[in-house]
């Protein structure tokens, strides 16, 4: 199998037995300004190195699965539009890869790719039915039931970032206002900070990053604790929900938040016993992810596989 993780930054490509045994990787800057056709060109090539070492090992190659970020038409393998590529609109991403590297391709969207990545071979390893949230630039989602990927009726589904949780909140790109990634992302950390320092009176640094808050928590600064308490607040109160909606075994998180896990865990699982049905208590295991940025490579190949099993 070839599995590609299709990033804003980086495309990752990786050679993996049937088994997820990874045996060769790559890793290029994506350059997505470039344009869709120098993208796609980078990204065929990047394969064929790959093909070109599965050959010299005498295996033979069944399909390659992408997961790249944004709207996609899983049928089809068609990028509707994608934040972190501004020229892909309807990009047959499927037939364009497949013409060039001349084996199945399977597009599904990367932050359900990621989920079935941890379920497979991390953390939800041995469980059927997992959520998996993404906290990073912003907080990416997928829902793993009975093995398989939920996309929902037009492969929207997983969009956890955007759950509402205040009313008349932030505003959100998605066009939506109170989203749960305005408050438990890294720009939303960030954002939680300037305001209580301006709420007090005092001018933030320019130079404030997410990783200098988390710092500033562990040296026991006060703003810096609050915030990332109300960060842990507010994404429990978003875990709350799901539990209540999936009943999954499991809930993952991952993203470079999740580097930040003693300051914000505690209020997690506050807000989950306020508010989740726990049938029986404490029924959802809320745990890091393992795979870290191998889980939508990892995930994309599981993809691939389940679709040429089928
Ligand atoms: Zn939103």
């Not at 980086?10 to 997820?20: I, Q, S, Y």
């Not at 994404?235 to 999954?248: E, M, V």
């Not at 075994?249 to 991952?254: A, F, S």
Request: aromatic share 4%; with cysteine; proline share 4%.
């Amino acid at each position: 199998m070839i599995g590609v993780d299709l990033g804003g930054t980086n495309m990752r490509t990786a050679l993996l037995r049937p088994d997820g045994t990874i045996l060769e990787r790559r890793k290029e800057g994506t350059r997505a300004a470039d344009g869709w056709r120098k993208v796609v060109v980078r990204l065929a090539e990047n394969i064929k190195h790959l093909q070109t070492i599965a050959i010299d090992k005498g295996l033979a190659l069944a399909g390659a699965g992408v997961g790249a970020p944004g709207v996609i038409r899983m049928d089809k393998g068609i990028v509707i539009k994608s934040p972190n590529f501004p020229d892909w609109n309807n990009l047959p991403l499927k037939e364009e890869l497949e013409r060039a590297i001349h084996i199945p391709v399977f597009i599904e969207n990367d932050a359900n790719a990621a989920a079935l990545g941890e379920q497979w071979l991390g953390a939800g390893r041995g469980i059927n039915s997992m959520i998996l949230l993404t906290l990073g630039t912003g907080v990416g989602g997928g829902i793993v039931l009975n093995n398989q990927i939920w996309q929902g009726a037009d492969g929207m589904a997983g969009e956890i970032g955007h759950m509402t949780l205040i009313p008349h909140g932030r505003p959100c790109g998605c066009g939506n206002t109170g989203c749960l990634e305005m408050y438990a992302s890294a720009r939303g950390i960030l954002q939680s900070y300037r305001e209580s320092l301006e709420a007090a009176g005092t001018t933030p640094s320019a130079e404030i990053t997410s990783e200098r808050i988390y710092q500033a928590a562990r040296d026991g600064e006060t703003v810096a604790c609050r915030v990332m308490r109300e960060m842990g607040r507010m994404l429990g109160i978003g875990i709350a929900n799901l539990i209540n909606i999936f009943n999954p075994q499991m809930i993952v998180l991952g993203g470079g938040v999740k580097d930040a896990w003693p300051l914000f865990i505690g209020a997690v699982h506050e807000e989950i016993m306020r508010r989740a049905f726990q049938v029986p208590a404490e029924r959802t295991k809320i745990v890091p992810s393992l795979l870290g940025d191998d889980a939508g490579m990892v995930g994309a190949a599981a993809v691939a596989l389940q679709k040429i099993r089928m």
